[in-house]
């Protein structure tokens, strides 16, 4: 019976700090990660064997065009699990759909709004070793069709470990592939119940490349 007890406030203090680390980073910490982060994508775009664009696109490429970064678009959102939802067909740009699950309802506050978004699982890699605790964000905000992509944006997230606690860091939100008019790519769009009635002023903005 004590074992068990003092396991119990090990996990505990465990989940604890690994709490207070989130909320911990700092400013520079943040930053740093995201110019890392925007580093590694533009070395990709550059790459003539990685890059989405066209060759007409990567000839007039220089850099990604980003908002600056902003820690009040990095949030710590709700996570509520939703084990009993079934796979479903998401619709692509082409017409064609692909099979994801809802893992899960994110809740969070910005810019005075509460907010909520769905996480989901890509059942084609669900039970890949490499990829499987990755999680698929895709969503709209009123900034679509002005400043960034009109048919919305993705981030790639991992599941938390604490299970209740998921970092949302909307400066990392990124183009789908088929925004640079290589017309080999098909992207997923955002399901209705992920479209925000704010803006989100973070990420990476409309591409205006060549095609």
Same mark, same amino acid.
């Given at each position: 019976?004590?074992?068990?007890?003092?396991?119990? $406030?090990?996990?505990?203090?465990?989940?604890?700090?690994?709490? &207070?680390?989130?909320?911990?980073?700092?400013?520079?910490?943040?930053?740093?990660?995201?110019?890392?982060?925007?580093?590694?994508?533009?070395?990709?775009?550059?790459?003539?064997?990685?890059?989405?664009?066209?060759?007409?696109?990567?000839?007039?490429?220089?850099?990604?065009?980003?908002?600056?970064?902003?820690?009040?678009?990095?949030?710590?959102?709700?996570?509520? =699990?939703?084990?009993?939802?079934?796979?479903?067909?998401?619709?692509?740009?082409?017409?064609?759909?692909?099979?994801?699950?809802?893992?899960? +309802?994110?809740?969070?506050? =910005? &810019?005075?709004?509460?907010?909520?978004?769905?996480?989901?699982?890509?059942?084609?890699?669900?039970?890949?070793?490499?990829?499987?605790?990755?999680?698929?964000?895709?969503?709209?905000?009123?900034? &679509?069709?002005?400043?960034?992509?009109?048919?919305?944006?993705?981030?790639? =997230?991992?599941?938390?470990?604490?299970? +209740?606690? !998921?970092?949302?860091?909307? &400066?990392?939100? $990124?183009?789908?592939?088929?925004?640079?008019?290589?017309?080999?790519?098909?992207?997923?769009?955002?399901?209705? +119940?992920?479209? !925000?009635?704010?803006?989100?002023?973070?990420? +990476?903005?409309?591409?205006?490349?060549?095609?």
């Amino acid at each position: 019976m004590r074992k068990s007890v003092h396991l119990l $406030f090990l996990i505990a203090l465990m989940f604890a700090a690994n709490n &207070n680390l989130i909320a911990q980073t700092t400013k520079k910490d943040i930053i740093k990660d995201n110019l890392s982060y925007r580093a590694d994508m533009n070395k990709e775009f550059a790459d003539t064997a990685e890059t989405p664009l066209t060759k007409e696109g990567l000839k007039a490429f220089k850099k990604i065009v980003f908002y600056p970064i902003k820690t009040k678009y990095r949030v710590i959102a709700k996570l509520v =699990l939703t084990p009993d939802e079934q796979p479903f067909e998401m619709p692509r740009s082409k017409g064609n759909t692909a099979t994801y699950r809802k893992y899960g +309802e994110a809740t969070f506050t =910005l &810019n005075g709004k509460v907010c909520k978004l769905s996480v989901y699982q890509y059942m084609k890699l669900i039970t890949d070793e490499q990829y499987k605790n990755d999680l698929f964000l895709p969503f709209k905000d009123l900034t &679509n069709g002005k400043h960034t992509y009109g048919g919305g944006r993705f981030l790639e =997230l991992v599941i938390p470990s604490s299970g +209740e606690e !998921l970092i949302i860091d909307f &400066n990392k939100a $990124f183009n789908p592939l088929c925004c640079y008019h290589n017309p080999k790519y098909s992207c997923p769009i955002p399901p209705q +119940e992920n479209h !925000l009635q704010v803006k989100i002023i973070a990420g +990476e903005k409309k591409y205006k490349g060549k095609e």
